[in-house]
């Protein structure tokens, strides 16, 4: 789904900026970064693979919050990255990787294997530091 189709169907809607909401919700990010950003007992890959999930889509609500934007479906935030950030399809494409698999760690018990955590930590990490970037970019 597109950014325009989410707006035509309600699920984003335009909203008043709320900065103060934005560097909460960014501070709030970065705490859990900071807590995740460290070696960890490979049993654990499958929550640290969530926990970098929930950090992007925290950042992608904070950009929300600063566009004037509101936003209730998780594709949308996706969709919102893809078309209003310059040259950052892949880490969309990425992005929607691990949302893809967070609900069946979240509610199915799945636990991700630690290469997969290997393979894509650096990518995770990449996403979550170019939030500035990001965000005065879309």
């Known amino acids: 789904m597109d950014w325009n189709e989410c707006i035509r169907q309600g699920i984003a809607k335009e909203a008043v900026p709320d ?25 654990f890959s499958a929550l640290k693979a969530e926990a970098y999930y929930e950090i992007i889509k925290e950042l992608i609500f904070a950009i929300l ?24 399809d892949y880490e969309a494409n990425k992005i929607d990787e691990i949302r893809r698999v967070r609900p069946d760690i979240a ?12 393979q894509n930590e650096l990518e ?12 005065e970019r879309a």
Do not use: Q
């Not at 900065?19 to 970065?30: D, G, L, V, Y």
């Not at 566009?67 to 078309?83: G, Q, R």
């Open 19 to 43: 900065f103060e909401c934005a560097a909460h919700t960014t501070s709030m990010a970065m705490l859990r970064f900071e807590f995740w950003d460290r070696k960890i007992d490979p049993k």
């Open 107 to 118: 509610y199915r018990g799945f636990n991700v294997s630690s290469n997969y955590l290997e």
């Open 65 to 88: 919050y600063k566009k004037c934007f509101d936003c209730s479906n998780h594709v949308c935030l996706i969709s919102y990255l893809a078309e209003h950030a310059a040259d950052f």
């Open 124 to 135: 995770f990490k990449w996403i979550i530091g170019k939030r500035k970037d990001i965000g």
